[in-house]
Each structure stands twice: as structure tokens, then as C-alpha cells.
């Protein structure tokens, strides 16, 4: 997983601890190896994490990103190898709309947070603070929706269909 870098967020910036924690526990759950947390928030520093990851892991076959501009980076690494999205390598990304995820070619997998929930939640949250200034800070998580585009896959060499 590409995650955000702390020089762009704090370490404790919970979207990006939660998203980590929680592909992790995912891929323990389907049984599946996980490399970890990279962190790249740049096309450049996505490109860099991707290759650091393949000379580390080259049986790595899908990559989560966070930021969409890790994303553009690891599109172009997976270019200049020759490979393809989604033939060789599965791309997801994380925490962006649909919209964005259409202007990618291919047209990427994304997890969608629900964006007019979240703004109705910071409204809210915010008119709450306002009037209880001494409550502590509420928090609430939401579902993102897993929007299919065209750069997933089954894993290369699985033998599946694709």
C-alpha cells in the first residue's frame, strides 16, 4: 500500500493509520501476503516507492494508493517495465471519487468515501463543537464504496480468467 508520507501528514493522521491497519488485517483475513505501508504522496515518489517495492518483492501483483498523484507515478513505473494495469499489476485507488479515478487510463478501482455524508458528519461535528466547547471531539467512521474500474485483476499467473 502507497500510503501518505508524513512530510504531507502527521504520522497519526488517522485516515492514513486506519488504512493501513485495516488492508493489512484484510489480507491477513483472506489469507493473502502483505507488504506493507510505502509511503508516496508525489508521481515521482510513487514511481520511486513502486520500484523500491518490486526490487524488494517482485511477486508483488496489486498496489493500493492513497494519494492519486503515487497513483500516476506507479502507471508510469508499470509503463516503463512494459507491464500493464490490470494484466500485470491490480491498481486501487484509495480515499478518491470516481471522477478522479475516470481520468486515469485505465479507468481505476476506487474506494469511494461518500462525500456529501462526510461534509453533512463536518457540518455537524463542527456546529456541536461550537456549542460544547469542552466535549471532546466526536468521531465517526463511514464506509467508502468500492467503485470497479478496469485496473483490477485476478493476480498475474493465477491462471484465472481475467
Do not use: K
Not at 81 to 93: A, E, I, K, Q, T
Not at 104 to 128: S, V, W
Request: charged fraction near 20%; proline fraction near 8%.
Amino acid at each position: 500500500m502507497l500510503n501518505h508520507s508524513t512530510g504531507a501528514y502527521s504520522p497519526e493522521y488517522g485516515p492514513a493509520v486506519r488504512a493501513g491497519e485495516e488492508f493489512a488485517a484484510a489480507a491477513r483475513e483472506a489469507g493473502l501476503w502483505y507488504a506493507g505501508v510505502v509511503c508516496a504522496d508525489t508521481a515521482g515518489e510513487g514511481r520511486l516507492a513502486f520500484e523500491r517495492l518490486m526490487a524488494e518483492h517482485p511477486e508483488v501483483t496489486a498496489v493500493a494508493a492513497m494519494s492519486d498523484q503515487a497513483a500516476v507515478g506507479v502507471l508510469q513505473a508499470v509503463e516503463e517495465r512494459g507491464w500493464r494495469v490490470p494484466g500485470d499489476l491490480s491498481l486501487l485507488l484509495a480515499s478518491a471519487s470516481a471522477r478522479v479515478a475516470e481520468m486515469f487510463r485505465p479507468r481505476l478501482t476506487t474506494l469511494e468515501p461518500p462525500g456529501a455524508e462526510l461534509g453533512r458528519l463536518g457540518a455537524r461535528m463542527l456546529i456541536d463543537r461550537l456549542e460544547s466547547p469542552g466535549s471532546p471531539p466526536a468521531q465517526r467512521l463511514v464506509p467508502c464504496r468500492l467503485v470497479i474500474g478496469d485496473s483490477s485483476a485476478p493476480p498475474r499467473g493465477s491462471g484465472a480468467a481475467r
